[in-house]
């Protein structure tokens, strides 16, 4: 009898987790299912609802790994590889904290509202801190346009290969009215994307077409270079530098797993071995089964904070995902003692709160961050961008009867 109970009660667990597991998508998917409502109506209120969704609650490991892949990648094109040359933030002193603002003003651009103050000043920072370089050449409009269509293919690279579950046609909308949006207000121009002088039919195609040309350019543009084989060095190598050279080659396979071949030839960086293919494949498909047949879904109690929701008694935003540079991560008993803050420092991390101010734990502001030359510069330019963006509004929905987009005046704003 016992061994029974334990049967029902295992069934009828599994058959919980089954119908948990979906519900959520099954969700996000309804208002637009058996033509209710086409793609081309999806407001951007209802897209940023679902990247939340994504990112806090479905897929926050692939979201963040999908944010990882892509600045790594953006390293492979020669241009911009040569610019963090140039500019001496691509170095191992440097480096750390350029990672780290540069992912900070991603996840504010992601996971605040288009209307909010926060993702304004993120956006008109980034702006800024393109501005001259986009103006003297350094960074060309195909450039961003890449970075900005690698964001949005590794999110569904990453989700569909390595997840519990592929992405919906109503979700990939949404990822795509996202980034149309984000790319419009970074002012970046569409125009080589092939349904540009018409216009796309929803977030959906839109995505499609910016995914088919991001890969497109890689492949035209992607050569391996000194200053790309630079760029791993510092990013990749310089993580396991107190570690043996074993180790080192172990993680450029590891790293060079969630690249194709344009890529890894790009970065210089070597294809995984037999075995690290396997025992990674391994890896993700015992994680994609547990999570599948035998996790609860995330609740909303336990959402994952991509960013600290409210600021701290200085007026300032922490940072609670430390690395090996805890930048911006305020001194506490979970960031120093958390299991893997104290992984990390098995490979030589830095403790939250050593070297006193060095690694800013009282906070970030997203008026200043950036490189140390740009702290607490561009405050007027910020502040223009951000006065334009209000007056502007949001575009409720993006590609209810999108014809064309005319970029006016963009010479002028730059």
């Known amino acids: 009898m016992k061994h029974y109970v334990f049967v029902g009660v295992a069934v009828a667990y599994l058959a919980l987790v089954r119908w948990l597991r979906y519900k959520r998508a099954n969700r996000i998917a309804s208002p637009f299912a058996e033509g209710r409502r086409p793609l081309s109506?999806?407001?951007?209120?209802?897209?940023?609802?679902?990247?939340?969704?994504?990112?806090?609650?479905?897929?926050?490991?692939?979201?963040?790994?999908?944010?990882?892949?892509?600045?790594?990648?953006?390293?492979?094109?020669?241009?911009?590889?040569?610019?963090?040359?140039?500019?001496g933030q691509n170095n191992v002193r440097n480096a750390g904290r350029r990672a780290v603002d540069t992912e900070i003003l991603l996840r504010e651009s992601q996971?605040?509202?288009?209307?909010?103050?926060?993702?304004?000043?993120?956006?008109?920072?980034?702006?800024?801190?393109?501005?001259?370089?986009?103006?003297?050449?350094?960074?060309?409009?195909?450039?961003?346009?890449?970075?900005?269509g690698d964001g949005a293919l590794e999110i569904l690279h990453v989700i569909d290969n390595e997840e519990w579950r592929k992405l919906n046609n109503v979700e990939k909308c949404a990822v795509g009215v996202f980034h149309y949006n984000l790319g419009e207000d970074l002012k970046i121009p569409f125009t080589p994307l092939k349904s540009f002088e018409l216009g796309w039919q929803d977030g959906l195609h839109f995505i499609t077409e910016l995914i088919e040309w991001t890969k497109r350019y890689e492949k035209e543009v992607a050569r391996p270079t000194a200053t790309g084989d630079l760029y791993v060095r510092v990013y990749v190598d310089s993580a396991a530098k107190n570690m043996s050279k074993g180790v080192t080659a172990l993680l450029r396979q590891v790293v060079g797993s969630d690249l194709d071949d344009t890529m890894r030839t790009s970065l210089c960086i070597e294809a995984p071995g037999p075995f690290v293919s396997v025992l990674l494949s391994t890896i993700r498909n015992t994680r994609k089964m547990l999570l599948r047949y035998l996790?609860?879904?995330?609740?909303?109690?336990?959402?994952?904070?991509?960013?600290?929701?409210?600021?701290?008694?200085?007026?300032?935003?922490?940072?609670?995902?430390?690395?090996?540079?805890?930048?911006?991560?305020?001194p506490g008993f979970w960031s120093?003692?958390?299991?893997?803050?104290?992984?990390l420092r098995m490979f030589g991390a830095r403790k939250p709160g050593s070297k006193g101010n060095k690694y800013k734990p009282t906070g970030y502001d997203l008026k200043t961050i950036g490189p140390p030359p740009q702290e607490g510069k561009g405050l007027e330019d910020m502040r223009a961008t951000v006065e334009f963006m209000k007056g502007r509004g949001v575009d409720d929905r993006p590609f209810a009867g999108i014809k064309h987009r005319e970029f006016i005046g963009l010479q002028e704003q730059r």
Request: no cysteine.
């Open 41 to 87: 109506s999806m407001t951007t209120q209802e897209a940023f609802g679902i990247m939340t969704q994504l990112q806090s609650l479905e897929f926050p490991y692939a979201m963040n790994k999908a944010r990882s892949v892509s600045l790594l990648k953006a390293g492979g094109i020669p241009t911009m590889s040569k610019l963090f040359a140039v500019t």
């Open 111 to 148: 996971t605040q509202p288009r209307d909010s103050e926060r993702y304004m000043d993120a956006v008109a920072r980034m702006n800024y801190l393109h501005a001259r370089y986009r103006k003297a050449g350094k960074i060309l409009d195909m450039d961003l346009l890449h970075t900005l």
């Open 295 to 330: 996790m609860l879904p995330r609740p909303k109690l336990f959402a994952y904070q991509s960013v600290a929701s409210t600021p701290n008694s200085e007026g300032l935003y922490n940072f609670s995902h430390g690395g090996f540079q805890p930048w911006y991560v305020q």
């Open 336 to 343: 120093i003692w958390s299991p893997g803050a104290v992984f």
